[in-house]
């Protein structure tokens, strides 16, 4: 194929099998000239049916009547042009054509319109990122307006930067694309802020969790009595074992042990018992039972909050719909576990 003798059968992979389909196509009427000088015949009504691009130069008037219509297409490597109309003919493309020409035949597909092999090509391409071929890759997908592949290399440049900045293609790139070195930039600024937000969402999500734990003990240990701490009316069950959040549970039984006897106490700037009294009136904000709530404070801080009429500030109020939400979440993906347990 490297030679300009390339028979019909040659160039549309039509096997004598297949050579029904030859007697089928009338004369060709179109040739494709190529770098090198290589002609191809091809029929203007295949061309047409494909690709409006070259139904539009095939509908143009020719400058001499009669002559036989020549389609040049230059530029790119005469073998990614032969398989370029192959793919036209059989929607096929052989691997190792791919493999070599991949780029131009993307190129190809994007300036004649030919979505489905712009589609295998971006696709092959993706499948064959490296840190030292991306920013070629990059630059076609471009210009060529391959969403998938752009992304794609986007992702690989920002993920594995320190090695493509030593590659031959970033240092080209910074010499003769500004502009795409800074949307890479851009881009590998605007991952690192979405990974900070993730984390910090994921970081903030887990207190809220602990928060909502650190509630529920409260009041278990405020009604039932834990181990070493429970109301005045209810006997300490010294056999009682641990419950089931004993490593919070326990920690807060230390805390309202503290909290009950510290000297300094909150006013005094006892930073333990002020996370205590905020504990217990978060609890409080949360409380659904009115008389009844057993927990310390509960009743003081409700009644404060009317008395005073005092509109809790927004950043608390927000704490207080996470907790809740936490719990709610947490709750809800429990009983969605414990039913997937069940059906197994
Ligand atoms: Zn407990
Ligand atoms: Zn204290
Ligand atoms: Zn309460």
Known sequence: METDSITIDDLYGISPVKSDLRRELPESDVRILTSGGLKIPVHSSVLASISPVFESIIDRPRKHQGSEKVIPILGVPRIAVVSFVRFLYSSRCAEEHL?????????????????????????????????????????????????????????????????????????????????????????????ETRRKRTRRHREAQSLYLQLSEAMECLEHICTEGCTSVGPYDVEPERKKGPCSKYATCYAIQLSIKHFATCQKRVNGGCLRCKRMWQLLRLHSSICEQSDSCRVPLCRQFKLRMLQEKRRDDSRWKLLVKKVVSAKTISSLSLSKRRREEEEE
């Open 99 to 191: 493999e070599k020409y991949g780029i131009h035949l993307l190129a190809l597909s994007h300036v004649y319109l030919v979505p489905h092999l712009k589609q295998i090509c971006s696709k092959h391409l993706a499948q064959r990122l490296t840190t030292d071929n991306v920013v070629d890759v990059l630059q076609f997908a471009r210009l060529c307006d391959a969403p998938d592949l752009y992304l794609k290399c986007m992702k690989l440049v920002s993920n594995h930067f320190k090695a493509v900045e030593s590659t031959e293609g970033w240092k080209f790139l910074q010499d003769h694309d500004p502009w795409l070195e800074l949307e890479i930039l851009q881009f590998i600024d605007e991952a």
